[in-house]
């Protein structure tokens, strides 16, 4: 089972840049597509982005299109969120997530197998 460690939340001004970085662990790390979730508080846990194994392909919730960039190191067994003009409704806590199987992209809560602790970004307006 992978586990994903997150890093990179923290406080910004509307407008503003940050960028998530999730490490991964195990030895079939590429294999692995991998994807970021956010939960708002009293709201469900959403999609956000999912890369496929070999960083080829992308997907990202309509919300974000055009202003996040998901990207992946494969040499260094890390996924990375890059999250430009941002909004306050972007305020939540962020997962990093992978899927049960390697076959799948974690597009929905239910095809997640591995959830990271989280980390929370806060925008300000």
């Known amino acids: 089972q992978v586990q994903l460690v997150e890093s990179g939340g923290g406080l910004v001004q509307a407008g503003g840049s940050l960028r998530l970085s999730c490490v991964a662990s195990?030895?079939?790390?590429?294999?692995?597509?991998l994807g970021w979730f956010y939960q708002a508080p009293g709201k469900e846990r959403e999609f956000v982005a999912a890369?496929?194994?070999?960083?080829?392909?992308?997907y990202y919730a309509d919300s974000v299109n055009g202003r996040f960039t998901i990207s992946r190191d494969n040499d260094k067994n890390t996924v990375y969120l890059q999250m430009n003009s941002l909004k306050p409704e972007d305020t939540a806590v962020y997962f990093c997530?992978?899927?049960?199987?390697?076959?799948?992209?974690?597009?929905?809560?239910?095809?997640?197998?591995?959830w990271g602790q989280g980390t929370q970004v806060t925008v300000s307006s």
């Open positions: 997530a992978a899927p049960r199987m390697p076959i799948q992209i974690p597009r929905s809560p239910p095809t997640v197998g591995s």
């Open positions: 195990g030895p079939t790390f590429t294999r692995y597509a």
């Open positions: 890369i496929s194994g070999s960083g080829a392909n992308t």
